[in-house]
């Protein structure tokens, strides 16, 4: 297996579940969309493929190979989609209190 490859392994094999539970998180909820909304989950989907790209090839830069030779893509693996599902999570959680404020009625002016 090429260098290349074998570093970007990790990344290749998540990419269609990533694409999956990246465009899960986009669509949903439908509603409120507004330009905030669109650059908050735009952000926050692209910190979590950064995140998870820096964990992946921080695992295979600081695995023991002692364990064995697969063991560079195990940790590499496991840190990258971990970082991934916890940014998403993160943002999934501040998305849904944000949406859940409640928003100030019009009708309701100080004196």
């Known amino acids: 297996m090429s ?13 269609p579940w990533f694409a999956v539970l990246s465009v899960l998180f986009w669509k949903y ?3 409120p969309r507004g330009p905030v909304r669109l ?5 926050a989907l692209a910190l979590s493929l950064v995140a998870a790209a820096g964990g992946v090839y ?5 695995a023991d190979t002692g ?5 560079k893509q195990i940790l590499a ?11 998403m999570a993160i ?12 928003t100030p009625s019009p009708e309701r002016t100080l004196p």
Do not use: C, E
């Open 3 to 15: 260098p290349g490859v074998q570093l970007n392994l990790a990344l290749i094999l998540f990419a």
């Open 29 to 31: 909820p439908k509603q």
């Open 39 to 43: 650059l908050f989950d735009a952000a």
């Open 58 to 62: 921080w695992g295979m830069a600081h």
């Open 67 to 71: 364990y064995g030779p697969m063991w």
């Open 77 to 87: 693996t496991s840190v990258g989609y971990g970082l991934y599902l916890g940014v």
């Open 91 to 102: 943002a999934l959680l501040v998305r849904m209190r944000w949406l859940s404020r409640p």
